[in-house]
């Protein structure tokens, strides 16, 4: 023997997700199916309606303010990463063949344009002069009293994608760190350019797979 249906008609239900989709904007369209008892006790329609359209609009206000604070973050970053023309700025480089490594910015350059929203043109010198002149704001630090900040183009060799090329010469020491309960070795790596050497801590795995020559005896 079938269970009873509930009592509500299959209209009213038809009803309820009309009105739950034109609150969203929705059309909703249905095809035959098989409506089951929500609930051991059965609600009046009115009831059921309200209760349906204020969860929707709960929802709907939590949306909104999630997208609203999502927007406030988003223009305070954008607002922090504004420049005016004659202010210096830093250029940012990246090392390559492979080697992971700290970001460099070299400079400064004064701003002599604003390209858009987003994009500004540098007054570069005639070492970068393969180097198209307007960058991204991504790519663009303010320039800090503290030198220590930034290089000088006469210590590294910049190409046209804004890399730069320094050769690793020795491994001075090697030890293990723990990084969230695993170990890890890293290495002391002595790296040479133009006018001198520095040395970096850097993941010895990735150090042998790139560099296997400084570990061979």
Known sequence: MNPPLHSIKTSFIVSVWFKIGSLFGNQVLFRCACFVSLDSQQLGSTEIVQ???ENIQQI???????????????????SDLEFSVGDKVLLKVSP??????????????????RVGRVAYRLELPPELSQ????????QLRKCLADESAFVSLEDIEVDEWLNYAEKPIAVLE???????????????????????????????EEMRRNQPELFQA
């Open 174 to 204: 090697r030890k293990t760190k723990t990084l969230r309960n695993k170990e890890v070795g890293i290495v002391k790596v002595q790296w040479e350019h133009r006018k001198g050497s520095e040395w970096t801590w850097e993941p010895e």
């Open 131 to 138: 180097i198209h002149d307007t960058f991204h704001v991504s």
């Open 60 to 78: 709907r206000e939590r949306l909104k303010a999630a997208q609203s604070r999502q927007k406030s973050y988003a223009d305070k970053r954008r």
């Open 51 to 53: 209760r349906t359209t």
């Open 96 to 113: 390559w063949k492979g080697v992971i490594r700290f970001r460099k910015f070299i400079g400064p350059f004064e701003i002599v344009a």
